[in-house]
C-alpha cells in the first residue's frame, strides 16, 4: 500500500481528460483554491467528496486515494529478502517493528501476512532473549490464525493452518496443536496423477512431466521431513535407529539432495550424529559429523531450492508458484552462521570436545562464518 497520493492522481486524471481546475472545483461545489491545495498535498477534500471526485473520473476510491492493499508475488519477496538480511545485521526490536509496520499497512495482503509470520519463525531461534522470542513466537502465530481465518485461497489457509500449529508448539501447547489439525488425513489421495494424467490425453506432456516432477519432489521433501523426526522415536531400538537412518539415507542418495537440496540432508546428518551420540556410538556419530562437515563446506552456497538433470522442469515451477520463488527461508549469513553454531553449540557433542577429529571438524565449519 502506498502512502496517500492523492493530488498527483487529481492532477493526472484531469490531465488526462483535459479538465481545468475551474471545472473540476465548479463540478465539485468548491473553489478553484481548494482543488489547488488538494492537488499540492496541503488539505485533502472532506471525505463525503471522494464519491463524487472518484465518479467525475470514473474510477473507483481506492484508485483515487492510491489505496493498494496488496502486494504483487515480486514485492513480498523483495521485502522477505530485505528483512531477512536485517535480522542478521540489526538489533531484533528494530527489525520486528519494521515488520508490525508492514503489516499494518498490508493487513488484508494475506500472502505478505503468512511471509511475515513464516520469517519470526525462521529466526526465532536466533534471538537470545527468551521473553522476546516466545513473544514474536505468539505475534507470527496471531498472523497464521487471521491468515487461515480470512484468506480464500485453500492452499494458502492449510499453510497457514500448519505455520500456526509449529507456533503453538514450539510455545509449549501441544494440547492446542492438537486442536488445530484434528485427526491425520490418511486417505492417500493425490491430484498430481489425475492431472498428469488428463494433460497427457490433451496433448501437452511437457505440463504433465512437470506436475510429476513438482509431486515428486514434493512428497519427497515431505518424506525426508518424516524421517528426520521418526530418527527421535527410535532411540530405545539402536537397529531401528540405524535401519531409519540407512533408509533416509539411501533416498536422499537415490534422489541427489545432497546437491538438489542440501539445505534438508545437513539436518538429516545432525539429527542422525546426535542419534549416535545419545546411543552411546561416538564412532559413527564422527562419521556422520564429517559427511555434514564436508557438505556444509563444499560449493552449496548460496543455499535455494532448484532442479537439476532429473527434475528439469522444476525451476519453473518454483519461480512461477512458490512466493518466494526459489529463495530459502533464511538469507545466507543466517543460514552458514546457524550451519556452524549448531554443531558448536550442541551439548550433546561436548563427550567429544578433546576429539582431534572433532576438533578439525570445528575449525572448517568456523570458516563458513569467517568467510562472510
Known sequence: ??????????????????????????????????????????????????????????????????????????????????????????????VREQCQEITKKYFSCFPLLYQIGSLYVNHNTLIEDKAIAKEILEEASRLFERVKSETDDVDLAKQALNMEALCQLSLGNPKEVLNLLGEPDFSMTSTEPLLASAYHFLGN??????????????????????????????????????????????????????????????????????????????????KTLEKYTQLATSNIYPLNFHGDEYFDLLDGWLENTLTLGSDMPRNQMMMQKSVSESIINCKVFEPLKDNVQFQNMIKRLKTLEENQ
Open 1 to 94: 500500500m502506498k502512502e496517500i497520493n492523492l493530488g498527483h492522481i487529481l492532477i493526472e486524471n484531469r490531465h488526462k481528460r483535459g479538465i481545468t481546475q475551474d471545472e473540476l472545483a465548479s463540478y465539485i461545489g468548491v473553489s478553484k483554491a481548494a482543488v489547488s491545495k488538494w492537488e499540492t498535498g496541503t488539505t485533502y477534500p472532506d471525505i463525503t467528496l471522494l464519491p463524487q471526485l472518484a465518479t467525475y473520473f470514473n474510477i473507483s476510491i481506492d484508485e483515487l486515494v492510491g489505496y493498494e492493499p496488496q502486494m504483487t508475488k515480486e514485492q513480498i519477496r523483495d521485502i522477505y529478502r530485505k528483512l531477512a538480511s536485517d535480522f542478521s545485521t540489526q538489533p531484533i526490536e528494530q
Open 205 to 286: 506432456k511437457k505440463e504433465a512431466r512437470s506436475i510429476l516432477q513438482v509431486g515428486i519432489f514434493q512428497h519427497t521433501v515431505i518424506l525426508m521431513n518424516l524421517l528426520s523426526i521418526y530418527l527421535g522415536l527410535c532411540l530405545d531400538n539402536a537397529e531401528t535407529f540405524e535401519e531409519t537412518g540407512r533408509r533416509a539415507l539411501a533416498i536422499a542418495g537415490a534422489f541427489n539432495l545432497n546437491k538438489l537440496h542440501p539445505g534438508i540432508i545437513l539436518p538429516l546428518y545432525f539429527t542422525i550424529a546426535q542419534g549416535y551420540m545419545k546411543l552411546g556410538n561416538s564412532e559413527k556419530a564422527l
